[in-house]
């Protein structure tokens, strides 16, 4: 009977193996994505979310906050004032310009006001090479090199003038942190683009495209938006 009752679970289990992926509509301008190098892309997540290739990227999402609970977690351990509540944005701003996210946290010590803190999981190869604020613009990975703008939305959207990136291997669970310090040009240009996309998207007319590259081979987009280049094969 044991036997049969282990058959029967793993027929059961096997159903539920997978992540399942799931799309939901996007209404605002996600600042994890304001710093992506392509205007369009950030049209096309906008005004066509639904149109997203679907990729599988299983349990990622969940792991990265295992690891930031564990890490708040630790923190407070040693003594430290951890706010992990996902804080959202200004909403005057929030608003203004349709953007959308939550702050990971704050840290402080006694003493010490808390400051905002946003916390990134990274494989070992890409995190023994983040060391400075200034790597991330250096990173190969378009997601990597727009991390800063999350980070600085969070500042301008708090008037804070500087903040820290937690960054933690999620392989060995070696952490740093690295400040950031409020840029107002850099800002304002976000700013300015994230409001060409609500216009953009309003009128149903995308952004110029970039110059065919990598970043354009790894878009969700390309479908849609280079759907010549995808049918001839390049």
Same mark, same amino acid.
């Given at each position: 009977?044991?036997?049969?009752?282990?058959?029967?679970?793993? &027929?059961?289990?096997?159903?539920? &193996?997978?992540? +399942?992926?799931?799309? *939901?509509?996007?209404?605002?301008?996600?600042?994890?994505?304001?710093?992506?190098?392509?205007?369009?892309?950030?049209?096309?997540?906008?005004?066509?979310?639904? +149109?997203?290739?679907?990729?599988?990227?299983?349990?990622?999402?969940?792991?990265? !906050?295992?690891?930031?609970?564990?890490?708040?977690?630790?923190?407070?351990?040693?003594?430290?004032?951890? !706010?992990?509540?996902?804080?959202?944005? !200004?909403?005057?701003?929030?608003?203004?310009?349709?953007?959308?996210?939550?702050?990971?946290?704050?840290?402080? +010590?006694?003493?010490?006001?808390?400051?905002?803190?946003? $916390?990134? #999981?990274? @494989?070992?190869?890409? =995190? @023994? +090479?983040?060391?400075?604020?200034? @790597?991330?613009?250096?990173?190969?990975?378009?997601?990597?090199?727009? %991390?800063?703008?999350?980070?600085?939305?969070?500042?301008?959207?708090? !008037?804070?003038?500087?903040?820290? $990136?937690? /960054?933690?291997?999620? &392989? #060995? /669970?070696? *952490?740093?942190?690295?400040?950031?310090?409020?840029? =107002?040009? =850099?800002?304002? *240009? /976000?700013?300015?683009?994230? @409001?060409?996309?609500?216009?953009?998207?309003?009128?149903?007319?995308?952004?110029?495209?970039?110059?065919?590259?990598? #970043? %354009?081979?790894?878009?969700?987009?390309?479908?849609? %938006?280079?759907?010549?280049?995808?049918?001839?094969? $390049?």
């Amino acid at each position: 009977q044991r036997v049969a009752d282990v058959r029967k679970m793993v &027929q059961i289990l096997k159903g539920d &193996q997978l992540f +399942k992926s799931e799309k *939901w509509p996007v209404r605002s301008n996600y600042a994890s994505k304001a710093g992506h190098p392509c205007e369009r892309y950030l049209y096309h997540s906008r005004h066509d979310w639904d +149109k997203a290739d679907t990729r599988y990227w299983g349990g990622v999402g969940i792991l990265g !906050n295992l690891i930031a609970g564990w890490w708040a977690r630790y923190m407070q351990e040693k003594g430290y004032i951890v !706010n992990q509540g996902e804080m959202p944005l !200004n909403d005057e701003m929030a608003r203004k310009y349709e953007i959308g996210g939550r702050i990971d946290g704050r840290i402080g +010590k006694q003493g010490i006001k808390p400051v905002i803190y946003e $916390f990134k #999981t990274m @494989d070992r190869t890409v =995190y @023994d +090479k983040i060391n400075t604020y200034e @790597d991330f613009s250096n990173a190969k990975s378009d997601y990597i090199r727009g %991390c800063p703008a999350q980070l600085q939305i969070y500042l301008l959207s708090n !008037n804070e003038e500087a903040g820290l $990136f937690v /960054l933690c291997n999620k &392989q #060995t /669970l070696d *952490w740093k942190m690295i400040p950031v310090y409020l840029d =107002y040009d =850099y800002t304002e *240009w /976000l700013l300015q683009r994230l @409001d060409r996309v609500n216009k953009a998207n309003v009128a149903g007319v995308p952004p110029p495209r970039i110059a065919y590259g990598k #970043t %354009c081979q790894r878009c969700e987009y390309a479908g849609i %938006c280079l759907p010549d280049i995808i049918n001839d094969g $390049f």
